[in-house]
């Protein structure tokens, strides 16, 4: 039984970030959480339109704190807390699915350099595949897994009774509640150069 909770070896690390060099994709190590919350900052300019995505990584590093109360970015999930979805659906799907920036995290990244995020309802999925004119994503070295098949039983075995204790817990649901991987996105290659970076963190983080 795999530990997917433990942080990859180095060598490990190197293996998924050459491979996702070569499949068009940016990754940068950061050796840990402090690290990669500097590491994302710099990567955005001031000024930038961000949404920041639900990750439990990207919030436990301070990282939501500081893209959307800093005032240096022009952050979009303040902007979407104010907004009645009854009334301006249509507008937030629009504002979620293709900010300049996205950032958050993925589930699985396989040591052939394949990322894999898994969602209940898809809200994250477009501005990642395609609606974001950058992406950044922060990736625990616990999230390395051999291949595609570990990284779905990564998320099926591992991920989902996390996300769905933690989702009770967050939204006051009720303890019948169960999170599902409705849709789940394969990312094998980026085909825009510069348009998507990894951000390896060398130690546990997230789930």
Do not use: C
């Not at 293996?15 to 990754?27: V, Y």
């Not at 436990?60 to 800093?70: D, M, W």
């Amino acid at each position: 039984m795999n530990d997917f909770s433990a942080a990859a070896p180095r060598e490990r690390i190197e293996k998924a970030m050459a491979a996702l060099r070569a499949n068009g994709i940016d990754a940068v190590f950061a050796r840990d959480a402090a690290a990669a919350k500097d590491t994302v900052l710099e990567l955005i300019p001031a000024g930038a339109e961000v949404m920041t995505m639900t990750s439990v990584t990207v919030d436990s590093i301070g990282l939501g704190k500081a893209l959307n109360e800093g005032g240096r970015f022009d952050a979009v999930k303040p902007r979407l807390s104010s907004m009645d979805p009854k009334t301006r659906g249509r507008e937030m799907r629009k504002y979620g699915a293709a900010p300049d920036v996205a950032v958050g995290s993925v589930h699985a990244l396989t040591e052939e350099g394949h990322l894999v995020i898994a969602s209940l309802t898809g809200s994250q999925l477009p501005a990642y595949a395609y609606g974001s004119a950058k992406v950044i994503w922060v990736v625990g070295a616990n999230k390395i897994v051999r291949d595609l098949e570990e990284g779905i039983r990564r998320v099926e075995d591992y991920v989902l009774p996390r996300e769905s204790a933690r989702a009770r817990a967050a939204y006051g649901l009720p303890d019948s509640f169960h999170s599902y991987p409705s849709k789940i996105l394969l990312i094998r290659r980026e085909v825009q150069p510069g348009r998507a970076v990894v951000v390896v963190v060398g130690e546990s983080l997230g789930f």
